[in-house]
């Protein structure tokens, strides 16, 4: 069992900034890929931002320039820093984990979501 708890969800001013956390915590031998997906309301879930553990990154275009993603292997943990953000920026964040688990078995992980809300 793999737990994905996230935290800095918030609503911010455009133009604001904030940053998103995700821990990964119980059976993990190693995780492979780690991001962040978002469903704004009424749509779809959508790739923003994931990092492999040999840190290379890919972005939504709708995002590029202004999101950062970013990981610690030794906390298991990824970070999202979001810069210049946008009503448009508005959803549901997901934090998800490509682990494998101790019984090396390749899991797709997903925590329960953060709400990012750009408003003025």
């Known amino acids: 069992q793999v737990q994905l708890v996230e935290s800095g969800g918030d609503l911010v001013q455009p133009g604001g900034s904030l940053r998103l956390s995700c821990a990964a915590s119980g059976s993990i031998f190693s995780i492979n890929a780690m991001g962040w997906y978002r469903q704004p309301p009424g749509k779809q879930r959508e790739l923003v931002a994931i990092?492999?553990?040999?840190?290379?990154?890919n972005y939504a275009d709708s995002v590029k320039g202004r999101f950062t993603i970013s990981r610690d292997n030794a906390k298991n943990t990824v970070y999202l820093q979001m810069n210049s953000l946008k009503p448009e920026d508005t959803a549901v964040y997901y934090c998800?984990?490509?682990?494998?688990?101790?019984?090396?078995?390749?899991?797709?992980?997903w925590g329960r979501g953060t709400q990012v809300t750009v408003s003025s």
């Open positions: 990092i492999t553990n040999g840190g290379g990154t």
């Open positions: 998800y984990a490509r682990v494998i688990n101790t019984a090396r078995a390749y899991v797709d992980d």
